[in-house]
Structure formats: C-alpha cells, structure tokens
C-alpha cells in the first residue's frame, strides 16, 4: 500500500529532522530502543511526564522570579529539575538553555534570568509541538498498518 | 526462593525525579530485574528495613546477613542530588549498617564533578553513573551483584564447614574462594550466552574477575576483598 509506505517515509524523515536541527539527542533514541512489545507507549509515557513536569516547572520559575525579594537558590533548584528531565528525554536544546539559566542564577541576575525563562518557555513549546507532531505520525503509520520504522 | 541463579535480582531505585524513576525502571526491567523505585533516601531506609537501633546489633548480622530486611535487596541505584537526604547520605547510612553494608550501591547524577565522584567512591559506592543512564551502564551492574553473592558464599562456607554448599571443600580454607570463583565463571559464561551484543563489557567482566584474583581493581572500585580474606 503506498499509503503506509508515503507515512513511514514522512515519519522517517521527520524524525531525522528533528536530531538534525538538534531539537532531539541521541537519548530519544535510547528511548525509543527501550519501547516494546511489553511497553508498546513507553515513550509517548515518558514524554507526557516531561510535559506535565516541565509546565509546573515553568509556572514555578514565573511565580519566583517574579517575587520583591528573588531565592535564588529555589529558581536554581526548578531549573536544575526541568535540566535533568530534559536531558532524560533528549530535548537537547531546552537542556542547553537550562544550563544558561543556571549561569544566571549563580550570578544573582533577575533580569537575565527572566530572559533565560522565556528562551526556555519558547524552546519547550516549541519541542512539545514537535513531539506532539511526530506522535501524531506514528499514530497515523500505525492506524494505516504500517509499524514505526526505528532509525 | 534461595537459588541464586534461578531468581531474578531485586534492584531499589532512589531517584525524586518520576520521569527518571521511570526510565531506570525500564531500563533495570529489559535487563531482567526485578525493580522496587522509591523517591526518597529515607524511604529507601524504610523499604530496607533499617531502623537507627539496628547498627549496634553487629553480632546477629555476620550470622544471619538478611535478618534485618523485609525483602532482600541485590543492588541499591540512587540520584545523588535529593532534597532532603542526599544519595552521598544513604549511601553511608547503608554502609554504617552492619545488614546492610554488603550490598552493592551505584550512584547516579547529572553532573560531572570528579571531588563527588571520588567521594562516593571512598564512601564505597561501587560506581558512578552519569545521566542520562543508559542501557549500556545498567549492563554493568551484574558484577557487582555477583561479586557480593560470591562474597555471601564464602562467608557461609568457612563458618559451617559442615554443612556448607558447596561439597568438596571440607578440609581448604583457601580453596572455598576458587571453588566460589569457578561458579562465579560458570555465571560468567551464562552471562555471555545471554549477552552477545554486549561482547565488549565482557571484557570488564574479565577484568573484574581478575581483580578478584589480585585483589586490586583495574578501575575505580577500592579493593573490597580484604574482608573475605579476614573472615577466613
């Protein structure tokens, strides 16, 4: 069926996509490898956990940055969290901007760390709305008959 | 429930973070152990059994090594930074523990400081795994469980020399740790059967048996093999 074929190819190629343009690492595919039969949702398990974890997180970090007296040791905490789970799933380029927001904690620095939160903020939507997509595609792959081509 | 080749090892997580609880979980399952995941130093403690009073009990412990646990635990892997009791801080706990100490622990952490890694290293973890963890890095934990179970055996082989397991050995106190280390190589080999994608972590696997043999460690590890030479 040229159905299913044209959806795996598309998967493939969004997939490769994503790692190139560094929105994911190599991590993901350690994922990815780690999801079977026994497990068929593991990723999109995991993923869904990133996001729930990561929205609070970033709801946490506006409400302390945005207090008189800024602890910074609690706004280095969340980003140390929301760096360690990133890193755990692969969204490499939200784990870099974690390690820049912490720069800025360090430094005692509000204002740059407001504009680390937003960089953050804008990074994480943007790598939900990708994984949102690619998992709209294996589903799709799936439903069509196809399986989901590993890398 | 005794065979130690039979049964699957039981690992404790200790991770606050639920997505990393997660994914050690899957990881420790693929590699076919049984997982009990806990978020916290101090409900690790619970799940083990330790209660601050057993450290002065030393005596019942070197006869009956599990009386103090509810489950028996093969190998403990903890998050280093945790709110509250960090894994540096359980990791000692476990040691100060005459039930527990013989236990393997493994750390885990995100960041690379080398003054932490050697810490915990002293403190007598057997190894320090940086996150994210890997299938790669779990496929390293076998040794060290096998390396305490052989330990297990001597200790109970030289104190009853009656009615030890192994038959031969009546009459050679030195010989029950080379009898222990030919199933440890039976184990070994099983263990290649079972792993052949993973050939070149046999060659640690080799290495660690050689260190058993020398009682040196050809990595990180300190030399924990003075304390079978001491029971004999």
């Keep these: 069926m040229d159905g299913v074929v044209q959806l795996q190819k598309q998967l493939v190629d969004y997939t490769a996509s994503l790692f190139h343009e560094g929105f994911l690492d190599e991590q993901f595919n350690q994922l990815q490898q780690l999801q079977d039969e026994s497990n068929p949702d593991f990723v999109v398990e995991v993923v869904s956990l990133f996001f729930e974890d990561s929205e609070r997180l970033l709801n946490e970090l506006g409400k302390t940055l945005e207090q008189?007296?800024?602890?910074?040791?609690?706004?280095?905490?969340?980003?140390?969290q929301l760096k360690g789970s990133s890193s755990s799933i692969g969204a490499q380029r939200v784990q870099k901007l974690c390690i820049a927001f912490r720069n800025c904690c360090e430094e005692l620095n509000t204002e740059g760390c407001l504009k680390c939160l937003q960089q953050v903020k804008h990074e994480y939507s943007l790598v939900k709305n990708k994984l949102?997509?690619?998992?709209?595609?294996?589903?799709?792959?799936?439903?069509?008959g196809g399986s989901i081509p590993t890398l | 429930m005794g065979m130690a080749t039979e049964t699957q090892f039981h690992v404790l997580a200790v991770d606050d973070s639920l997505i990393d609880r997660k994914l050690i979980e899957k990881l420790l399952k693929t590699s076919s152990y049984q997982v009990t995941t806990v978020d916290s130093g101090t409900k690790a403690l619970e799940f083990l059994g330790l209660h601050e009073d057993d450290q002065?009990?030393?005596n019942t412990s070197s006869v009956f090594p599990n009386n103090h646990q509810e489950v028996e635990v093969n190998l403990i892997i903890t998050d280093y930074c945790m709110p509250g009791m960090t894994g540096y801080d359980l990791l000692r706990k476990i040691k100060e523990s005459s039930s527990l100490r013989n236990i393997p622990v493994v750390i885990m952490s995100s960041e690379n400081v080398p003054s932490r890694i050697n810490r915990c290293l002293e403190e007598g973890a057997e190894e320090f795994f940086l996150k994210p963890v890997r299938l790669?890095?779990?496929?390293r934990l076998k040794p060290h469980i096998m390396k305490t179970k052989l330990k297990d055996h001597v200790i109970i082989s030289t104190d009853q020399k009656q009615e030890n397991e192994e038959e031969d050995d009546d009459d050679e106190s030195g010989k029950p740790v080379l009898q222990s280390q030919e199933e440890h190589q039976q184990r070994q080999q099983q263990q290649h059967q079972q792993q052949q994608q993973q050939h070149h972590h046999q060659h640690s696997n080799s290495n660690k048996r050689k260190a058993m043999e020398e009682g040196l460690s050809p990595d990180r590890t300190r030399p924990r093999y003075n304390g079978v030479t001491t029971v004999v």
Excluded at chain 1, 132 to 144: P, Y
């Design chain 2, 136 to 139: 790669s890095d779990v496929n």
């Design chain 1, 68 to 80: 008189k007296t800024v602890d910074f040791k609690k706004v280095d905490a969340h980003v140390h």
């Design chain 1, 132 to 144: 949102e997509t690619l998992f709209k595609l294996e589903q799709q792959t799936i439903a069509a």
């Design chain 2, 56 to 58: 002065s009990n030393p």
